[in-house]
């Protein structure tokens, strides 16, 4: 009989963060994690209500509840995407969770073969991102 070791839940906070400062104002904030072993799901529900003092730059959120591993990244789909300004070629919204932290995981687009990161201008200020994603710690 096999024990299930390493398996924790709970809540985190995301925060939008801009290359250029600043921060928005937020109506949800609702995110949950499952960790089971080294796997850690995230599912995160965020909606803004003004893009209150973000300055310009690339845009990006932190507050992931565990540390992602240093040698893989993570990533997160999004299912529900609202108020933001897409490319005619652009295919998918995605989030990269960068190798060895918290912090860091940037926004992007898929065009084609290729990615573009989402600035804080491509955003609106009712923007909403609801998603899932996995990463490893």
Excluded at 2 to 24: C, F, K, Q
């Amino acid at each position: 009989n096999e024990t299930l070791a390493n398996y924790d839940e709970g809540t985190w906070t995301i925060t939008l963060v801009s290359s250029g400062g600043g921060a928005p104002t937020y109506s949800v904030q609702d995110c949950a994690y499952t960790r089971i072993g080294r796997k850690v799901s995230i599912t995160m529900k965020l909606t803004i209500t003004s893009k209150g003092t973000l300055g310009a730059g690339n845009l990006s959120f932190s507050g992931l509840p565990l540390t992602v591993n240093a040698s893989f990244d993570g990533a997160t789909a999004f299912s529900t995407i609202k108020d933001v300004t897409f490319a005619a070629n652009d295919r998918q919204f995605l989030a990269r969770l960068q190798a060895g932290g918290t912090t860091g995981a940037y926004f992007f687009v898929v065009t084609g073969a290729a990615t573009d990161t989402v600035l804080v201008a491509d955003i609106g200020d009712a923007f909403v991102a609801d998603g899932v994603g996995h990463y490893f710690i």
